[in-house]
């Protein structure tokens, strides 16, 4: 294999705007006929026309240029060195805790997203690598969680579905201290509103099947290193478990891109208003949402954040009633999911946290009374005429 796709963070960008970046990411034009996209070079391999001299992509697996532009422009966008995409977040996730070996043990969000639980305690266990799931939200929980051989600290914040907030800055520097290997998944905020890596954090992941991509059509991955280092041992996973992105999808999630700065304003004034008209309902046990004035991590999250995001859960009060609200609701796609432009309620409970014991969901606070809105770019006032008459009876 040659050296292949290195990525490079071209240093003028950097000082650009996030909005700008959005648009301006460095492959936007193609260099050899100006079209204005990124070419989708849909080939597996790569001539060698001199085979002393390799062309800078010789397999697709190993380096595709329309996957680079991508890993490039997330790592623009993320303020990391060099970025990496993924078939699925879960693909991202599962090649980016290959960093830890047999023997291992890492700290992990304990309300972490269903399917990294499902990874941890049933997969990677069973190869050595061990986990202790804790409310980060809690430093001194973090730090008791400490074992001779933690090797790394995961987060998630906001955490999915209760939006539970973790001090990133805080976590790290301990961890740092302990020389633990740092990651976020920053699926919930996006690099629009949290960039982990300028607080020291090693690795950022994102299903960026999510916001990122933010039409519900396609499903991908990313990571972004902080150093050259960890980015050298992520190309190596990347490529040794060939957990790649196709092509095709690269450049419809770059499409997507685009538009997220636009997408997640428009969706968090809408979440706001969402949350605040629940808030008032007799009938919400509880609503949460980290732009809410007593919601317990607003101060950390405002510290580290420059927006709440576009999710809001809420407790009904039942499992009956949740069903009857999902059953009812007639706009928002009732789905599996989060972070398209068409709202989605999900129903974590039997979707997204159906793999973990109940006790342990309930203990989690994911009760059965629990959804979980994405507020899309509908408009709000249609989406809470609707949410009322789902929630009437
Ligand atoms: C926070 C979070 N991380 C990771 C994932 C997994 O991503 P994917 O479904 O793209 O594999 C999800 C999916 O719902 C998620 O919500």
């Known amino acids: 294999m040659s050296d292949l796709g290195k990525g490079h963070q071209d240093k003028g960008k950097q000082d650009l705007k996030f909005a700008t970046k959005l648009l ?3 492959s936007e034009i193609d260099g050899a006929t100006g079209a204005s996209s990124v070419p989708i070079y849909q080939a597996s391999t790569f001539h060698h026309a001199d085979i002393f001299n390799p062309p800078v992509h010789d ?4 380096g595709n240029p329309t996957r680079q532009a991508l890993e490039d422009y997330i790592a623009l966008l993320e303020g990391g060195v060099r970025g990496f995409a993924y078939s699925s977040g879960m693909a991202a996730i599962s090649s980016t805790f290959m960093l830890l070996s047999a023997g291992d043990h890492m700290i992990v969000t304990e309300d972490v997203y269903g399917g990294t639980y499902r990874l941890l305690t049933s997969i990677l266990n069973r190869h050595g690598i061990e986990s202790t799931f804790v409310d980060m939200t809690d430093l001194d929980q973090v730090k008791a969680a400490l074992k001779p051989n933690t090797k790394a600290v995961y987060m998630e914040t906001p955490s999915n579905p209760t939006l539970k907030i973790t001090d990133i800055e805080a976590v790290t520097k301990w961890a740092k201290e302990h020389d633990l290997l740092t990651m976020v998944d920053n699926t919930f905020m996006t690099p629009y509103y949290q960039r982990p890596i300028e607080v020291g954090v090693d690795i950022v992941l994102h299903s960026a099947t999510k916001f990122l991509g933010g039409h519900s059509d396609v499903l991908a991955g990313l990571a972004v290193a902080r150093t050259e280092e960890i980015g050298r041992q992520l190309k190596q996973l990347q490529n040794g478990l060939g957990t790649v992105l ?17 997408r997640m304003k428009h969706s968090e ?3 706001a208003v969402l949350a605040a ?5 007799q009938d919400i046990t509880q609503v949460f949402y980290p732009g809410l004035i007593d919601h317990p991590g607003r101060e950390i ?17 039942s499992g009956e009633r949740a069903k009857q609200v999902l059953n009812r609701a007639r706009i928002p796609l009732v789905a599996v999911s989060l972070g398209a432009v068409e709202s989605i309620l999900s129903y974590p409970a039997m979707m997204s946290h159906a793999a973990m014991p109940a006790e342990v969901r309930l203990e989690r606070g994911i009760t059965d009374g629990l959804l979980r809105f994405s507020v899309g770019l509908e408009d709000v006032d249609d989406l809470i005429a609707d ?5 009437q009876g």
């Open 59 to 62: 397999y697709s697996r190993s």
């Open 246 to 262: 196709g092509v095709q999808e690269s450049w419809l999630l770059m499409r997507g891109m685009k538009t997220l700065q636009a």
């Open 269 to 271: 004034e809408s979440a």
């Open 301 to 317: 999250h405002e510290k580290q954040s420059t927006g709440y995001g576009a999710v809001v859960s809420f407790d009904v009060g």
């Open 277 to 281: 008209w629940l808030k008032g309902r």
């Open 24 to 26: 301006h990411f460095g």
């Open 387 to 391: 949410l009322d008459q789902a929630l």
